[in-house]
């Protein structure tokens, strides 16, 4: 894959989920163009990922928070900001099935638990990230979707990733009324989907 250097030069990326896979990639990759990192994961893994950061030339931080919750999210995001000054891009990577099964198997806690894993860390950082980003008139978020949308045993974690692309959507809208109410250039917000995705291609890129 090619790499672009200095692309993030300047720039402060926050990489929830952090510690592994999808994650650790692209907070490695942001680290090899130039970007300065703030690592958020529940994992003390996550302190393994800012060395191989930090190895690349990047200024990195790990914070580890549950981002289930909100205090947890607007602690790592504060953090974030308090080391580097402000936030340009936030990536929301956190999410996952937990079981796969039919719907109808799910018991109340369990679909209660997907959502909670899935949804409410994307939530939760784009409330805590968003303020900052408008004041600034600047800044990106990408929230990661799956194409798991279209699986028959995972409804609870599909609907979370549906949900990221009508978050999107929803963000879009509200950053553009916001612009239009302020004179403010409107912040981009993106999502993107994957599929399965393997160890062999996560070290490739």
């Not at 409410?120 to 990661?144: E, K």
């Not at 509200?174 to 004179?183: E, I, S």
Request: hydrophobic share 45%; charged share 20%.
């Amino acid at each position: 894959m090619t790499s672009y250097a200095g692309r993030f030069a300047g720039k402060v990326a926050v990489v929830t989920g952090g510690a592994q896979g999808i994650g650790r990639t692209v907070a490695l990759r942001i680290a090899r163009e130039g970007g300065s990192l703030a690592l958020v994961d529940r994992s003390p893994l996550v302190e393994e990922v800012r060395h191989e950061a930090e190895a690349a030339g990047a200024e990195a931080i790990a914070i580890i928070a549950d981002l289930e919750t909100f205090s947890g999210a607007t602690a790592a995001i504060r953090g974030a900001r308090e080391r580097f000054g402000g936030i340009d891009i936030l990536v929301n990577n956190v999410g996952g099935t937990i079981w796969a099964k039919p719907y109808a198997e799910y018991a109340e806690a369990q679909i209660e638990a997907e959502i909670r894993r899935s949804l409410f860390p994307t939530l939760w950082c784009c409330r805590a990230a968003l303020p900052g980003m408008l004041a600034r008139d600047a800044g990106v978020i990408v929230n990661v979707s799956s194409i798991a949308t279209r699986g028959v045993n995972r409804v609870p974690y599909a609907a979370r990733a549906e949900s990221a692309v009508e978050l999107k959507r929803v963000a879009e809208h509200h950053c553009q009324l916001l612009a239009f109410g302020l004179g403010l250039r409107r912040d981009i917000v993106g999502c993107c989907g994957h599929g399965d995705i393997g160890q062999d291609e996560l070290r490739a890129s």
